[in-house]
């Protein structure tokens, strides 16, 4: 497809892990990343990967890249309520001399007591 | 600090009004973007800018219409022609040209109402 494709919604228990999806379009993106945004506010970036790598882990945040599938994951260990947020997966398409980034739709999380 | 800063946080604008929507940035960065959100939808380009003087149009410039006079600010105007201006707008920033110029940062937004 032409779209960056993310699932809307995701609920998750405290304390477990979450696992947001998504799905890409430019075999050759360079850098993929992963955004949060909270409620009425900006943009925050939370970590990228280059498309050299298979795996990025950061804290609690560990983005799995599938290339052959132009897959994005991105795992958070032991959520937390403020992790309630909307996730934003991102690739720069390396067609495009001004370097566009092309955002998905944004996967809502909300994390249960 | 460095960062990027959009004003007003929240802003009303009447039928039939052009409004403008302030964005600065003092992290010398080349490139600066304007995006609209609206629930569900994800964030769509209205214009983009690699250096002063010049802008592209994005993917839904209609109705809105951009400045770049100086590198630090990047003002989206919104037009009476824009017939649904209700939104979000975010304005991103990034080093410069090319993919290789990793993360975009954003401001905080702006929440525009038609009343």
């Known amino acids: 497809g032409e779209d960056v494709e993310q699932s809307l919604f995701l609920s998750v228990r405290e304390g477990d892990s979450s696992v947001i999806n998504c799905t890409y379009t430019?075999?050759?993106?360079?850098?993929l990343y992963w955004y949060k945004q909270e409620p009425g506010a900006g943009l925050q970036l939370l970590t990228y990967i280059f498309s050299n790598m298979d795996m990025k882990q950061d804290q609690r945040l560990t983005v799995l890249l599938n290339k052959k599938d132009k897959h994005l994951s991105l795992r958070i260990a032991d959520t937390q309520t403020g992790d309630s947020a909307i996730y934003f997966c991102a690739e720069v398409l390396t067609t495009d001399s001004w370097g566009k980034f092309q955002f998905g739709a944004g996967t809502q999380v909300v994390v249960t007591p | 600090d460095g960062g990027i800063t959009q004003s007003p946080k929240y802003l009303f604008r009447k039928e039939g009004q052009n409004v403008t929507l302030s964005c600065e940035q003092n992290l010398n960065h080349d490139a600066m973007y304007w995006y609209r959100q609206d629930p569900g939808q994800g964030l769509r380009l209205i214009y983009y800018?690699?250096?002063?003087?010049?802008?592209q149009k994005g993917d839904i410039a209609e109705g809105y219409s951009v400045s770049r006079e100086k590198k630090e600010s990047f003002p989206l105007t919104v037009t009476s022609a824009q017939k649904n201006p209700t939104a979000f707008y975010l304005c991103a920033s990034r080093r410069g040209l090319g993919a290789k110029n990793t993360e975009a940062f954003f401001g905080q937004g702006t929440r525009l109402t038609v009343v």
């Open positions: 430019d075999s050759s993106s360079t850098y």
């Open positions: 800018s690699q250096i002063v003087n010049d802008f």
